[in-house]
Structures are given as structure tokens and as C-alpha cells.
């Protein structure tokens, strides 16, 4: 069974840092790119940056680019979003999952982990 078990979020003051983990397991991930995305209050779930299998490729999205960093570790099934110079429009929920495609629930949707809240004070 796939899990994914985001952890490292929390309240931070604007332009401090977090490092967020996303663990996984039930699956072999290294065979796939990995990506963070994040769910702020009322809006819809949106895409932040994306790590190739092998970690030698990245893309990140223009509203982080410069600040967030996306790293995996797969000897550790770990993927990391190290994030820099924090903004309050930063603050939402923030997830990984496969990319392009979610993992399946295996009922025919899409599987997503618990997600970690990150909170941006001003």
C-alpha cells in the first residue's frame, strides 16, 4: 500500500526558512519524477517544483523560483523542498506526490498524503 507522509511544516516569520520531507513508501519511487505541490485556504491545489528520477533535473514554479529548492534522496525514498526567504503568500498546505500523475488510490483516483501546513507570519 502507497504512503506518503509529509513532515517539517510550521509557523515561521517572513523571510525565515523550512525544509519540508515527503517519506515514502509501498512503492519503489525512484523509478518516478517527484513533485511538491501546495493547497492555500480557498484555493485550488497548485504545482511548486518537480525532481526527475534521478534528481539530476528540476523545475520550479516562477512563484518560488529562486527561494525553494526540490531534493530526493532514493536510497531513502525521501523527497525534500528546502525553502528560503518565506513569504505570507507561501502559507498553505504543502503535499508531494508522483508526476505527472498522482499515485492512484487504487480504486481509480487519486491518493494524496496527509500534507504538512506551512504558516507565514508577516
Known amino acids: 500500500q502507497v504512503q506518503l507522509v509529509e513532515s517539517g511544516g510550521g509557523l515561521v516569520q517572513a523571510g525565515g526558512s523550512l525544509r519540508l520531507s515527503c517519506a515514502a513508501s509501498?512503492?519503489?519511487?525512484?523509478?518516478?519524477?517527484m513533485a511538491w505541490y501546495r493547497q492555500a485556504p480557498g484555493k485550488e491545489r497548485e504545482f511548486v517544483a518537480v525532481?526527475?528520477?534521478?534528481?539530476?533535473?528540476?523545475f520550479h514554479a516562477g512563484s518560488v523560483k529562486g527561494r525553494f529548492t526540490i531534493s530526493r534522496d532514493n536510497a531513502n525514498n525521501t523527497v525534500y523542498l528546502q525553502m528560503n526567504s518565506l513569504k505570507p503568500e507561501d502559507t498553505a498546505v504543502y503535499y508531494c506526490n508522483s508526476y505527472p500523475r498522482p499515485v492512484d488510490d487504487g480504486g481509480g483516483g487519486d491518493y494524496w498524503g496527509q500534507g504538512t501546513q506551512v504558516t507565514v507570519t508577516s
Open positions: 525532481i526527475d528520477w534521478s534528481g539530476s533535473s528540476t
Open positions: 509501498g512503492r519503489t519511487f525512484s523509478d518516478f519524477s
